[in-house]
């Protein structure tokens, strides 16, 4: 239904001079979008209130309005000589709108609010669009959607994954807001939160963990307590990024999340010592970013102080789960077998604190635009790490663009995992056969076929040198039918 409205907003900004990429694209669609949503929350509270008898005070008010601004309207039709256009329109955004939006943080009475996440987004964020007669052109175009069933939601939230899924694909740091969601889906079905459980991803990026979760928990036979539980006190999640924020803000509205709990902050400045049993998460799924170089006041936060910042999330992940809660972390296959100090001590951490059960093995391509495999770690808290269960997931087929990373691709892995079935991809490893001193994990399948044996260089220049005396035999034999 709302397909072709969204590729009439791509049409009108590629016309946008402003707008220069994929990233682009996406974090200004979200501002207009985010505010759309805002109008038809407020007008179904609104109506909501009225029914009740009650008095409703609105988030937005005056010319700041969704109707009062992007889309006035008399007796239900848009109403031209009310809309401001141009750079009227331009210079209201910059200069009326946005600084009006931005103060919310200030005067929001808690971080968890509605009213602080605008403040947020509306302090990070620029308005990109140059031209007022494309921003009109697109403001019509989002005025048309409506975010008021779940159906609406559904089938905008898979579109604007679409377009995540774009960002994510088109290079340089896209790839960062994006983790394939077949392979998130997989380890949510190996975690198996429920109900009353609580989630966590301290990088959240586009909020693919949370609202693929979301999905997964949300059923048809949800009790009322139930539906309120999984809307405000499941879902956790903390960004760093002022456009991943608002991406995943956005994306966990159009999931259902009315209010998501995501903080703009970076976890890494949390000193992991001061993390209390309040703090603490029965299910954390994440994909930290990869390299970095981390300033030493944010090492200083951590026991094994290293500048790679996925060393520096694991450790906050470790302390951030409660005792006998679940994990499932993406990380470099070469976290398994570096042999530098702190990565040592991190794999020796994790086997004593916590019982590292799977490690999921991930091709080569499963992030696109990624140069490097990844792992899965899958680990419980608690108790030390006794035998680790590995799977090499092979699809079969090169890992592209045009070939992603698919729900079936994964469907053996989930099944074996459940009673760490031993197969041609898959085999167990006792912590106690570990090299004692390394604590080296690579992936080495005893399982699968050997390799033929290289020929020695001998043998393959005698075979060159016969194959280019066959050549001359057959050339002269040619020669003499002349």
Known sequence: MYENAFNSIERELRNEDGIANELDYVEQISWVQFLKYLHDLETERRDRAELDGETYTPIIDGP??????????VNGAFDHNAAMIGEDLITFVDQKLFPYLATFRQSATSAKTIHYKIGEI???????????????DVLEVVDSLSFNTQAERHELSQLYETRIRRMGNAGRNGGEYYTPRPLIRAMIKVTAPKIGETIYDGAVGSAGFLCEAYDYMRRD????????????????????KSLAYIIGIMNMVLHGIEAPNILHTNSLNENVMDIQEKDRHDIILANPPFGGGERREVQQNFPIRTGETAYLFLQHFIRK?????RAAVVIKNTFLSNTDNASVALRRELLTACTLH???DCPQ???????????????????????????????????????PLNDDDLAEFVTLQKGFTEGPKSWRIARGSLDADTLDLSVKNPNAPEAAALRSPEVIIADMLARDAETAEILESIRGML
């Open 221 to 240: 036979d949800l009790t009322a307590s139930e539906f309120q539980t999984l809307q405000t006190k499941t879902f956790f999640g903390q960004e760093k």
């Open 358 to 360: 799977t490690i999921l």
């Open 122 to 136: 509306f302090t990070e964020l620029r308005n990109k669009f140059r031209s007022g007669y494309i921003l009109r």
């Open 365 to 403: 391509g499963t992030f696109q635009g990624a140069g490097v495999k990844t792992v899965v770690l899958f680990f419980e808290k608690g108790a030390p790490t006794r035998d680790i269960w590995f799977y090499q997931l092979d699809p079969g087929r090169n890992m592209g663009k045009t070939n």
């Open 321 to 325: 789960l409660r005792a006998g809660g």
């Open 64 to 73: 700041f309005r969704w109707d009062r601004w992007a889309a006035p309207k």
